[in-house]
């Protein structure tokens, strides 16, 4: 079983349209969570922390379900430049500190 | 404030050569991660440097991978004996060290050919 595992999609929308993503993780000790964006051909780039109360940025929401070690992402009133691939990544420390697990990412296109 | 910068931005090399690829962290960061993604693929981490603690390198696929961080700031990654199937993006990120933010340089697309 992956580490952190996510819908690879593509997901297709409409602009407008709400949009949710779902993430599983393993590791149960896990204590941070993330969202990362990455365009195509571009470098990842921190899009939210996801805190355990639930976060929102704008159109967009986070949330943490620890019991079921599942993670959510929401976009309302999708935006044609939302289009891109959505990272799910949680934290895997090890002996020497401060790691990541990045999913395999879930790639969703905005059309007109 | 200037983010993390990697050079060379491509590098087309001869399978059998050896490349070196540099980083440079965001100033203060004290973590720093080389990642590769293949094309279509997820990142595949592959060594972590915090302070001046021994680096993990547990994601090294082969001994002709290698990587150095001088001073604790500049990172190279050198790949000896280039095959095929080291063709990928070679991504850089760095972090404070004390949160578990990591941020991106725009990577190194390696092509052997």
């Known amino acids: 079983r992956k580490e952190v595992e996510q819908d690879p999609g593509p997901f297709n929308v409409p602009e407008g349209a709400t949009v949710a993503f779902n993430c599983t993780y393993s590791?149960?000790?896990?204590?941070?969570f993330f969202w990362y964006r990455q365009d195509c051909r571009k470098e990842p780039k921190l899009l939210m922390s996801?805190?355990?109360s639930g976060n929102e940025d704008g159109r967009f929401t986070a949330q943490l379900n620890r019991a079921s070690q599942y993670i959510s992402l929401l976009i309302r009133d999708s935006k044609l430049s939302d289009s891109a691939t959505y990272l799910c990544?949680?934290?895997?420390?090890?002996?020497?500190?401060?790691?990541?697990?990045f999913g395999g990412g879930t790639r969703l296109m905005v059309k007109p | 404030g200037a983010g993390v910068s990697q050079s060379p931005s491509n590098k087309v090399t001869e399978k059998g050569k050896d490349v070196e690829l540099r980083c440079d962290p965001i100033?203060?960061?004290?973590?720093l991660y080389w990642y590769r993604q293949s094309l279509g693929q997820g990142l595949e981490f592959l060594i972590y440097?915090?302070?001046?603690?021994?680096?993990?390198k547990s994601g090294l696929p082969s001994d002709r991978f290698s990587a150095e961080r001088t001073g604790g700031s500049v990172s190279t990654l050198t790949i000896q004996r280039t095959q095929q199937e080291d063709s990928a993006v070679y991504l850089c990120?760095?972090?404070?060290?004390?949160?578990?933010?990591?941020?991106f340089g725009p990577g190194t697309r390696l092509t052997v050919t």
């Open positions: 990120a760095s972090g404070r060290g004390s949160t578990y933010e990591q941020y």
């Open positions: 590791n149960s000790a896990s204590q941070s």
């Open positions: 996801v805190y355990s």
């Open positions: 990544v949680v934290n895997s420390d090890n002996n020497a500190g401060n790691m990541l697990t």
């Open positions: 100033s203060g960061h004290t973590a």
């Open positions: 440097f915090q302070g001046n603690s021994a680096p993990d």
